[in-house]
């Protein structure tokens, strides 16, 4: 961890010996202490969630990829609001890591949201299909309620979304709204790595969805576009959540060209409509920057510069703009088999990237008799190259990967 421990993160963060700047009581019921005695540190930027009368802090935290329980509880001490977790994120430990840490909190001293996918997805279009039903995604959310030790969820969402008939189908507003009703969940929502202005117009046609979860980077060629879309939620009173927001961490596979992650971070930030970001974190080091955003968003000469010049590299995100799925002769669900390549090299996690392929149904050697690729890449991906790469973990028990 470079030096880092917990006992050095809480003495050098914005916690210090005061203890967090304001209430999180508070903070959780949309009641932000504006005139409440400072410390001589800055106080967290807040911003409110739509119209759930939640306010949190600008950056959260995305638990999916922490295993560490000490890290989860400095974040909490050092004024975390928001964790970000899912049903299949870690098979399930990830849930009930977070239910053994939260289990003794007072319940108004943190936002809780996950997200439950539906049962069944075409992997090609990523349309929801007529197999999905609202009792197999609530059987879902009963375990996942089970492993985080809680009666409810701040948020639950609708997990990965990429189309807005995926948005609007009605199996998925039955079952959202039958949580919010039985009061197992506050409130409700979906997340989406794709498609994402279609997505979030939906959720605004839906009248259902409160809050959407979206993957916001400055490596999108369609920033405008989905700015604008975020606009529009924001005037209809749904709360928007950034993902992704670190483009992968890395512009190339071999991570010598580390993405300046904390521009990339305050980027995203500088538009008000989005509420709050939930970058991922594994270690100290990780939260203590994510952390420092909090209290500055200003952007520094070098940190624009580094995030031009970034733009312009192949990196390892896709964007998910399917330029490259009608020429290719398999039809392959190329944006997601990126997604998994993004996993194993950007993030180190080929666990996570094991359990996407693994959905994929994708064949045993994906492009091996295709002479020639057509499919071409916005980005310049060599896409042939990396779903040959990427393909081989489906081929390595998952328990090796763990």
């Avoid at 980027?267 to 920057?289: K, R, S, Y």
């Amino acid at each position: 961890m470079n030096g880092y421990d917990r006992r050095h993160f809480l003495k050098s963060t914005l916690l210090g010996t005061s203890g967090a700047f304001f209430s999180l009581p508070a903070l959780a019921q949309g009641e932000a202490q504006t005139n409440s005695p400072l410390s001589s540190e800055k106080r967290f930027i807040t911003r409110k969630l739509g119209k759930t009368g939640i306010e949190l802090p600008i950056v959260s935290f995305g638990v999916m990829r922490a295993d560490n329980p000490a890290l989860v509880k400095a974040a909490l001490e050092a004024g975390i609001v928001l964790f970000d977790t899912a049903h299949g994120y870690q098979r399930g430990k990830n849930e009930e890591m977070l239910g053994e840490v939260l289990k003794d909190r007072p319940r108004d001293s943190f936002v809780l949201a996950t997200k439950v996918p539906p049962e069944e997805v075409d992997n090609r279009t990523g349309e929801v299909k007529a197999g999905s039903t609202a009792k197999a995604f609530l059987d879902k959310f009963d375990i996942s309620l089970k492993r985080l030790k809680l009666d409810y969820v701040d948020i639950l969402y609708v997990h990965g979304i990429s189309s807005r008939d995926g948005a609007l189908f009605p199996a998925m507003l039955e079952a959202v709204q039958t949580a919010k009703k039985s009061g197992k969940a506050r409130h409700i929502g979906m997340s989406t790595h794709k498609n994402e202005p279609e997505v979030i117009q939906a959720a605004i046609e839906s009248r259902v969805y409160e809050i959407v979860l979206s993957a916001i980077n400055f490596k999108q060629d369609y920033y405008p576009k989905l700015k604008e879309a975020i606009a529009n939620a924001a005037k209809a009173g749904i709360g928007i959540v950034a993902m992704k927001t670190m483009a992968g961490g890395s512009h190339d596979k071999e991570r010598k060209q580390p993405i300046n992650c904390k521009a990339a971070l305050k980027f995203v930030l500088q538009d008000e409509n989005v509420t709050t970001a939930i970058p991922g974190n594994t270690n100290f080091d990780h939260l203590n920057m994510n952390i420092s955003v909090n209290t500055d968003l200003k952007m520094t000469d070098e940190e624009k510069g580094d995030l031009l010049l970034g733009k312009s590299q192949g990196g390892l995100y896709c964007q998910g703009c399917e330029q490259c799925v009608p020429n290719c002769l398999k039809g392959l669900p190329i944006p997601d088999i990126m997604r998994a390549y993004m996993y194993t090299y950007g993030y180190r996690e080929p666990e996570m990237a094991h359990s996407l392929l693994s959905s994929l149904n994708l064949p045993e050697h994906p492009c091996s008799d295709c002479s020639h690729c057509g499919a071409a890449c916005a980005k310049g991906f060599d896409i042939s190259d990396r779903i040959k790469d990427v393909s081989r973990l489906t081929k390595v028990p998952v328990e090796f990967l763990s």
